[in-house]
């Protein structure tokens, strides 16, 4: 299949994880991938693996808690391919700890990484997409930026926030043919989840009407449908891609 063929996607967090399945995702649909994150080693293997399939893709090292880094590897990402149309805000971390104990240090850090990176780097290329009259921005949320966790204040404010962002940005951008929209995933067995114990991954799996864990492909084809030509009247939405363990309003 080659719908997207001539599409520049940009994925952040694409070195493992969903973000890596977003971009090999996207790749086989025939986007040309820029693949950002920290660690350049495993995009580079990515990268590897995107080309190994016939697809096209680039490496950037870009920290998205870094508003120096961002400002620059948007630049070097435009300046490389001309437009940026599909952006996956994907990159994200957690530091849990109950309220009480939760240093100011790993609330700052999740904010900084999960909410304003997203915000930095859609304002970094949000002009390119505008000028281009077509534009997809989807934004990685969390099943618990609906319902809340414990021990994850810090964690879930941001994916909340992001939902905020997303209906906000979404409103403002409609008229330019921009879509704006989230994917909330449940319970994916990803590098994030894997620091889990048994224990705790059999009761996630008790909650799941699906009963079993999520795969990052399970994502990569919501996020695959909201950069399609065929989401183009789709806007504003969260995609709830979780098993059935929450099903929201
Ligand atoms: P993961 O395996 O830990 O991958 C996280 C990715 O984010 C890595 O590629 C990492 O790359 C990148 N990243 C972290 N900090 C970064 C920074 N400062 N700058 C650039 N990239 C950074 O996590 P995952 O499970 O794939 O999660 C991906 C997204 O889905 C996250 O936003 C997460 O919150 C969300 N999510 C996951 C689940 C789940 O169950 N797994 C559920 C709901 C939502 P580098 O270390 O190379 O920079």
New binding site residues.
Partial sequence: MSGLQGRVALV????????RACALALAAQGATVAL????EA?LAEVQAEIEAAGGTAAAFA????DEASIKAGAKEILSRFGKVEILVN????TRDGLVLRMKRADWDDVLT??LT?AFLLTQALLSAMLKNRWGRIIN?S??VGRTGQAGQVNYAATKAGLIGLTRSLAREVASRGVTVNAVA????E????AVLNEAQTTAMIATIPLGRAGT?ADIAQAVLYLASEGAGYVTGHVLDVNGGMFMGG
């Fill in positions: 952040t967090g694409a070195s493992q994880g969903i973000g950002a994150a920290r660690n495993k870009l920290d998205v808690a994907n990159a994200g971390i990484t999960n990176g990685i969390s099943v995933p449940g319970y994916i990803t590098p994030m989840t990052d």
